[in-house]
């Protein structure tokens, strides 16, 4: 690419080379992680409705979270899965952990789940379950819908679900009292609420990257969706509303300070092009 | 030295090594990027047999003798006769199965999906009762404007997409107005979807960057920081 001379400040504000703005953000991240000046952190309503639909999750009935992520967006959907497993044992609700893709969400969101289950005291096979990774989406959610044991099989460590304490009494779909979907893949969600929300009526909520959250809001406005976590900023509210503040509340702080740096530097460049602009009218003239 | 010493540096020479590419292109950056595509490749492969395949396919035909089971594996590999000119019918018929399955599988998903959405679009310019009922907690006057700006938004937006009207005479220089206008809320709505997309980036180096300063780096920072990190 051919390089412009730079014959004003101005106009060398606009090609600041990008290692600068790279080592720039790099010094603000690390600077808030080792001396952070903390911001408050106000749940938004999405988040809120997510923790009040985990709260109104009949106890009788199992929460399905699915957990269809991978390492690529582990800094949010980490956390997420986290802040919601965190809040299920909270609440005291059974939940059972899936995943349908990719499948590396097993496992990763299984020892979330393990190491949060010691803080608790709460028991595989009783108070949680891992239903393990079940390929086929829709097919594996419309044999669900009829029949959730001879659909799952065995668990994650192998043993027939059937086994499991926690399955006493689950049959059907309708033994589900609340789906949360954790990904970072878009089309996971169409296809639980096309064939388990809107067919079974069966409460649904879910966390995304912060990519892909925009196009799912109006889902939360036409009530098919109960609550919605975005991003780690999604993660960080739920972490306040089970009062436990985590990995994603201090990404949030860091975060705030790396949007400050980056607006400076959008607004910075862009009065840099207005003023060269006007500079160089004013030279034609 | 420890696995899990070993394992920390290995993840952090791996995290340093592919954000090399930053600098510039480079064959460390390019390794490691394969040794993580062929790593995801793998773990698949291994996850698929341990948690689908061995259950629920392996042991029913081995142990429990449900000899029928071998024809899936039969079905599966009639896909390969796309590459012969002659049989390639035998890999029609599976793909055809194939398609015919995920579009009843659309077509069922379709009206439960988008038909919720079409009823909450029609919102009442006038909020009733039963309007402040599903947004409990809000006020009047809040939900006016919501659904007011709601509206708006939803008309100027399809006009935008309505090409089959030239933009001449009365109304049609009404309709490329409302046009224009959607296209600007079309543009402050991709504008906010790129400022998720910057927080979800940075997200992701938040989380790399917490896991060498914290988990790698953490113990010689603990007294550079001056408390526990």
Redesign the interface.
């Known amino acids: 690419m051919e390089k412009r001379e730079a014959d004003s400040f101005w106009q060398r504000m606009q090609q600041i080379p ?2 600068y703005i ?1 080592l720039l ?2 010094g603000v ?2 600077w808030q ?3 952070p000046i903390r911001l408050p952190i106000v749940p938004s309503s999405a988040s809120q409705g997510l923790y009040d639909a985990i709260r109104a999750a009949p106890d009788d009935k199992l929460i399905v979270i699915s957990t269809d992520w ?1 390492a ?5 959907t ?1 956390p997420q899965t986290q802040a919601v497993i965190n809040a299920c044992f909270q609440l005291k609700k059974r939940f059972v952990i899936m995943n349908m893709q ?3 969400g ?2 990763l969101s299984n020892d979330i789940a393990t190491e949060l289950a010691k803080l608790y005291g709460a028991r595989y096979g009783i108070d949680w379950a891992n239903w ?4 086929g989406y ?2 594996v959610l ?1 044999a669900m819908a009829k029949d959730i044991p001879k659909t799952i ?2 668990d ?1 460590y ?1 043993k027939p679900v059937t086994t499991l304490p926690l399955m006493k009494g689950v049959k059907n779909i309708k033994s589900v009292g609340l789906v949360i979907e954790i990904t970072g893949l878009s089309a996971m969600t ?2 639980w ?3 388990i ?3 079974y009526q069966i409460p649904f909520g879910a966390a995304y ?3 892909m ?3 799912y809001y ?2 939360l ?4 969706m109960k609550g919605l976590l ?4 999604g993660a960080a509210e739920m972490e306040a509303l089970v009062n436990r503040p985590g ?1 994603a509340t ?2 949030m702080n ?2 705030s300070w ?2 400050v740096l ?1 607006i400076a530097l959008i607004v910075i460049g862009n009065i840099g092009y207005l003023l060269a602009r006007s500079q160089t009218r004013g030279r034609e003239r | 030295m420890n696995a899990e010493v070993t394992i920390l540096w290995a993840a952090a020479i791996a995290t340093l090594g592919i954000y090399s590419i ?2 510039r292109e480079n064959p460390v950056s390019r390794l490691l990027e394969h040794i993580f595509v062929g790593l ?1 490749a793998g ?2 492969v291994f ?2 047999w ?3 395949l ?3 396919w392996w042991n029913p035909m081995i142990h429990d003798r449900h000899w029928y089971w071998i024809f899936a594996p039969i079905v599966g590999i009639l896909f390969y006769f796309i590459y012969s000119r002659r049989l390639v019918w035998l890999a029609r018929l599976v793909m055809g199965l194939f398609f015919g ?1 995920a579009a009843g ?1 659309f077509f ?6 988008y038909s ?2 079409i ?2 679009s029609f919102k009442p310019l006038r909020p009733d009762g039963a309007a402040l009922m ?1 947004n409990p907690g809000a006020a009047w006057s809040d939900v006016l404007l919501h659904n007011w700006i709601f509206v708006i938004i939803l008309l100027t937006v399809m006009s935008y997409f309505f090409f089959s009207i030239p933009h001449e005479g009365k109304f049609g220089r009404n309709l490329g107005r409302s046009s224009l206008l959607g296209r600007w809320f079309l543009m402050i ?1 991709f504008g ?2 790129f400022g ?15 896991f060498l ?2 988990d790698w780096l953490g113990h010689y ?1 603990t007294w ?2 001056g408390r526990g ?1």
């Open positions: 990008r290692y790279y953000l790099a991240v690390v992680l080792l001396w991978d690529s967006t582990q800094a949010e980490g990719p499948p590396m097993v496992k393990g990774y079940k390929y829709g097919n419309m099989g065995d994650y192998g169409e296809t609420i096309g064939l929300q809107g067919p990257t912060a990519v959250a925009p196009i109006p889902y406005d036409s009530g098919q975005v991003g780690a900023k990995s201090t990404i860091v975060q790396a949007h980056i | 930053l600098y995801s773990y698949l996850t698929t341990t948690q689908n061995e259950g629920k399955t599988t069922r998903e379709f009206f439960p999906l919720p959405q009823y909450a599903a709505a906010a979807m998720n997309t910057v927080m979800a980036r940075i997200s992701l180096f938040i989380g790399r960057m917490q300063l914290k920072l550079f920081a990190f």
